[in-house]
């Protein structure tokens, strides 16, 4: 799981050799294009590609279900509990792009829809502003994600409560 985030800088890379392409966004980071010749390069079995495709779908992410909370305190684990809801809800979007498996995309969806309910970061310190907005970019981009995949505009409506509440702004 150390080389987690080997993909997404190979798709990183790739997205700087493709800067010349027409640009067609349907993620938060990565546009078609690039989604489609990752997914070209995981199904020919393509190294790196497909052994970071690999570990990626036998990672924790890929099976992780929604831990959303209503309060984050900072100073405990529900900062890691967010980054990891994050990062997992990124990587189920991209496997079911690359798989077609639904059940990344549903799962990618009720753990965005699970931090819909936040109401405050409790902490009361510095931590909490620098977690706010960290948790504010991290879930707050995957929702074009979301606008591609079943049921994603349930998502794209839930996340955004939060946000209207002005809670990703760090104060």
Request: include cysteine.
């Amino acid at each position: 799981m150390k080389n987690l985030p080997a993909l997404f800088v190979a798709i990183g890379l790739w997205s700087a050799s493709a800067s010349a392409m027409t640009f067609v966004h349907p993620g938060a980071l990565n546009s078609k294009a690039e989604l489609d010749f990752v997914k070209a390069k995981i199904q020919a079995g393509a190294p790196p590609w497909k052994g970071e495709f690999d570990q990626i779908i036998s990672s924790s992410y890929a099976t992780r279900g929604p831990h959303g909370r209503a309060n984050i305190n900072s100073g405990n684990n529900d900062a890691n509990v967010s980054r990891d809801d994050a990062i997992a809800s990124y990587t189920q979007a991209l496997l079911w792009y690359f798989t077609g498996d639904e059940t990344y995309a549903k799962k990618s969806v009720a753990i965005l829809n699970s931090w819909s309910h936040l109401q405050r970061f409790t902490a009361g310190s510095e931590q909490d502003r620098l977690q706010a907005g960290w948790i504010g970019q991290s879930l707050l981009r995957q929702p074009k994600s979301c606008a591609v995949i079943p049921d994603g505009p349930q998502a794209r409506s839930g996340i955004f409560k939060p946000c209207s509440k002005g809670l990703f702004i760090p104060s």
